[in-house]
Nanobody, 116 residues
Framework: QVQLVESGGGLVQPGGSLRLSCVASGFAFSNYPMSWYRQAPGKVRAFVGSITTDGANTNYQDSVRHRFTISRDNAKNTVYLQMNNLKPEDTAMYYC?????????WGQGTQVTVSS
C-alpha cells in the first residue's frame, strides 16, 4: 500500500533551518510529482510547494519562496523540504502528498515549531 512518512520536524529558533524528509513506498515514486502542505493551528491546510517527477521544476507559495527549497532523490524514494530563515509564522504541521494538483495520498505529518 502507498505510504508517505515524514520526519525532520522539531523546535527551532527564528532564523534557523530545518530539513524535512518524506520517504515514499508502495508506488513508483519517480512517476509522480510530489508536494508539501502545512497546517497551522486553527487554519486550513495550505500549499507550500511542489516538485516535478524529475526534480527539474518546482513551484512555491509566495511566502516561502527564496527561503524553502524542495528536492527529491528518486533512487531513495524521498522528497525533501529545506527550510531556511524560519519565522514564527512557519509553525505548523507539515505534510507531504503525492501529486501536483490531484493529491491522493498524504503522510501523517511532522511538526515544525519556530519559537525563541
Amino acid at each position: 500500500q502507498v505510504q508517505l512518512v515524514e520526519s525532520g520536524g522539531g523546535l527551532v529558533q527564528p532564523g534557523g533551518s530545518l530539513r524535512l524528509s518524506c520517504v515514499a513506498s508502495g508506488f513508483a515514486f519517480s512517476n509522480y510529482p510530489m508536494s508539501w502542505y502545512r497546517q497551522a493551528p486553527g487554519k486550513v491546510r495550505a500549499f507550500v510547494g511542489s516538485i516535478t517527477t524529475d526534480g527539474a521544476n518546482t513551484n512555491y507559495q509566495d511566502s516561502v519562496r527564496h527561503r524553502f527549497t524542495i528536492s527529491r532523490d528518486n533512487a531513495k524514494n524521498t522528497v525533501y523540504l529545506q527550510m531556511n530563515n524560519l519565522k514564527p509564522e512557519d509553525t505548523a504541521m507539515y505534510y507531504c502528498t503525492r501529486g501536483w494538483t490531484t493529491l491522493d495520498y498524504w503522510g501523517q505529518g511532522t511538526q515544525v515549531t519556530v519559537s525563541s
